[in-house]
């Protein structure tokens, strides 16, 4: 059974619209976090949670905001799309160190 | 600033080679060091990790990586690799004393493995 899962694996959006990329992990892990995979750039951190707290943001734009309702859920919302936020994003999970990555949803913006 | 970089872009190798892809991170401190593993159109898996203590450490799949302080590097090998070994490898670090620090990756090294 897959530990992370990110929904949907697959995201086709329009410039300026929002879209919120699903994120839920059955590890147990207290701490969360979000990365983004671009053909530009290499894996980029962008937010770490820890007990449904921010942690640390490395990301520019407000446009990237990380939403936890539960422990094991961290989704992310992203507004006013942009072509350049096409990337990969994945979400990964720790509890020692050492994260735990999840599959991927791959958005695409038009 | 703190960065880890991975020299070789592209590695190819023979099935049965032996291989080592080459990791050196900048960083005034020991940190955690991990290596992870991509295939095609896939999430990452985590291949091994070093926290301290021996040097050497063994990974899945036959995978090992051997810290050194003074090179400042984390190089992963492996005695033969086979075809299914074709994917691309991340060597990531943790920089602060943190558990749950954020990780900073390389930019990773596509291996080909070729008849």
């Known amino acids: 059974d897959p530990k992370i899962i990110q929904k949907p694996k697959y995201l086709v959006a329009v410039t300026g619209s929002e879209k919120i990329l699903i994120c839920e992990q059955y590890?147990?892990?207290?701490?969360m976090y979000w990365y983004r995979q671009s053909a530009k750039k290499p894996l980029e951190f962008m937010f770490s949670y820890s007990y449904q707290k921010l942690m640390d943001n490395q990301t520019a734009s407000s446009r990237f905001q990380p939403q936890s309702s539960k422990k094991n859920h961290l989704d992310l919302q992203i507004t006013a799309l942009k072509p350049d936020d096409s990337a990969t994003y994945f979400c990964?999970?720790?509890?020692?160190?050492?994260?735990?990555f999840g599959p991927g949803t791959r958005l695409t913006v038009l | 600033a703190q960065s880890v970089t991975q020299p070789d872009a592209r590695v190819t190798v023979s099935e049965g080679a032996s291989l080592q892809l080459r990791c050196k991170y900048s960083?005034?401190?020991?940190?955690?060091l991990f290596w992870y593993v991509q295939y095609q159109r896939q999430g990452l898996q985590l291949l091994l990790k070093y926290y301290s203590g021996d040097p050497v450490v063994q990974g899945v799949n036959g995978f090992e990586a051997e810290f050194s302080k003074s090179d400042s590097s984390f190089h992963l090998r492996k005695a033969s690799v086979h075809w299914s070994d074709s994917a691309v490898y991340f060597c990531a670090a943790s920089m602060t004393s943190s558990s749950f620090s954020k990780l900073v990756f390389g930019q990773g090294t596509s291996l080909s493995v070729v008849p």
């Open positions: 990964a999970s720790s509890q020692t160190g050492g994260e735990y």
């Open positions: 590890l147990g892990h207290n701490a």
């Open positions: 960083y005034s401190g020991t940190p955690y």
